[in-house]
Each structure stands twice: as structure tokens, then as C-alpha cells.
Antibody
Framework: QVQLVESGGGLVKPGGSLRLSCAAS????????MSWIRQAPGKGLEWVSY????????YYADSVRGRFTISRDNARNSLYLQMNSLRVEDAAVYYC??????????????WGKGTTVTVSS | SYELTQPPSVSVSPGQTASITCSGD??????VCWYQQKPGQSPVLVIY???KRPSGIPERFSGSNSGNTATLTISVTQALDEADYYC?????????FGGGTKLTVL
């Protein structure tokens, strides 16, 4: 059964760092693009970043570029999000998702349950 | 940057048809997908590539996209369809979400 399980969330002070992980099972991670999406409390979905199946192609939202780094370890069936210089506005539930993409479309077909990041002094 | 606009809320009576719109510049030239999110749960893909339904999604869910507007249509709406719905497109290699629409079934 296809499953994505996020971990690594928690409470961090502004300016601090956190590393999120996403463990994939039930499918071959190296066959898929993967993405991180976040949702602040009471707010809508916000795309954060995606990475190609090989890790060569990476894109970030403007709001996190230069502070967050997405990576993957296909051998370990894992996706990561290194978050540095965290701000209060980065507080959210962070979801990892398996994506489908071609030149003309990109959508997230499988989502994890999310991990909560709280940024507060 | 590209923007997608959704109405904040839509109401529908049980058994009726609900339509949720998503608008963006020349949106009809892009593929749109839709996600359903119930309180406390992760989003679920209900429509992709404008009109396609993933396995397990009821036929009551359908999509269209033309001009500047994409529409998610839920026919014979049920109480269990009450949720937030988000449209999403892909523009300049980045993922764009609409602001979300809360569907109330009353």
C-alpha cells in the first residue's frame, strides 16, 4: 500500500533550523517527482518545493528560496526538507506528496498526513 | 506570478449540483487539478488534467476548463462532500494553488 509518513516537525525559535523527513513505502521512490506543500493554521495550501526523480531538477516557492533545501535519498526511500532561518510565518503543517508531471501538468496524487512545525520564541 | 482565484464559500442543498470555480489568466491553456480536504485530514486528489478522476473518486465529481475558468462540479451532492476544495495549476515550472473554497451542504 502506497504510504508517505512525514516526521521531524516540532517547536523551534525564529532563526532556528529544522529538518523534515518523509518516508515512502509501497512504491519505488526513484520513479517519481516529490513535493512539499504546507498549510498554515486556518489557511490554504501553499506549495513549497519539488524535486525530480533523480534529484537534478529542483524548484522552490519565492517565500522559501534561499532558506529551505529539498533533497532525496532514493536508496533510503526518503525525501527531506532542510529549513533554515525559520520565521514565524513558516509555522504550518508540512505535507510531502508524490507527484505526477509532464511538460504541461503537475499534480500531487498521494499525500502524507503531515508534520507540524511551530515557530515561536 | 500566476494567480488562481476561487470563491471563499459555496453552499448547496443535498441532492443538488454544486459548482466551484477557479479563475486565472488564460487558465484554459493550462491543466487544472482539484483537491478535497476535510477538517483534520490531508488533501485528496479528486480531478486531474482538467477532467480525469483518480481511481476511487465517485463519478459525481467532474471537471471542466475553458477560457479563464475551470469548474469542479459535484452532482447529487451529499453531506460527506462538505469540505474545502482547492484548484491547482502549473505555471512556469511552479505549482500554484487557488485560495480554496469551503463547500457547505445544507
Amino acid at each position: 500500500q502506497v504510504q508517505l509518513v512525514e516526521s521531524g516537525g516540532g517547536l523551534v525559535k525564529p532563526g532556528g533550523s529544522l529538518r523534515l523527513s518523509c518516508a515512502a513505502s509501497g512504491f519505488t521512490l526513484s520513479d517519481y517527482y516529490m513535493s512539499w506543500i504546507r498549510q498554515a493554521p486556518g489557511k490554504g495550501l501553499e506549495w513549497v518545493s519539488y524535486i525530480s526523480s533523480s534529484g537534478i531538477i529542483i524548484y522552490y516557492a519565492d517565500s522559501v528560496r534561499g532558506r529551505f533545501t529539498i533533497s532525496r535519498d532514493n536508496a533510503r526511500n526518503s525525501l527531506y526538507l532542510q529549513m533554515n532561518s525559520l520565521r514565524v510565518e513558516d509555522a504550518a503543517v508540512y505535507y510531502c506528496a508524490r507527484a505526477r508531471t509532464d511538460r504541461e501538468y503537475f499534480y500531487m496524487e498521494v499525500w502524507g498526513k503531515g508534520t507540524t512545525v511551530t515557530v515561536s520564541s | 506570478s500566476y494567480e488562481l482565484t476561487q470563491p471563499p464559500s459555496v453552499s448547496v442543498s443535498p441532492g443538488q449540483t454544486a459548482s466551484i470555480t477557479c479563475s486565472g489568466d488564460k487558465l484554459g491553456y493550462k491543466y487544472v487539478c482539484w483537491y478535497q480536504q476535510k477538517p483534520g485530514q490531508s488533501p485528496v486528489l479528486v480531478i486531474y488534467q482538467d477532467t480525469k478522476r483518480p481511481s476511487g473518486i465517485p463519478e459525481r465529481f467532474s471537471g471542466s476548463n475553458s477560457g479563464n475558468t475551470a469548474t469542479l462540479t459535484i452532482s447529487v451532492t451529499q453531506a460527506l462532500d462538505e469540505a474545502d476544495y482547492y484548484c491547482q495549476a502549473w505555471d512556469s515550472s511552479t505549482v500554484v494553488f487557488g485560495g480554496g473554497t469551503k463547500l457547505t451542504v445544507l
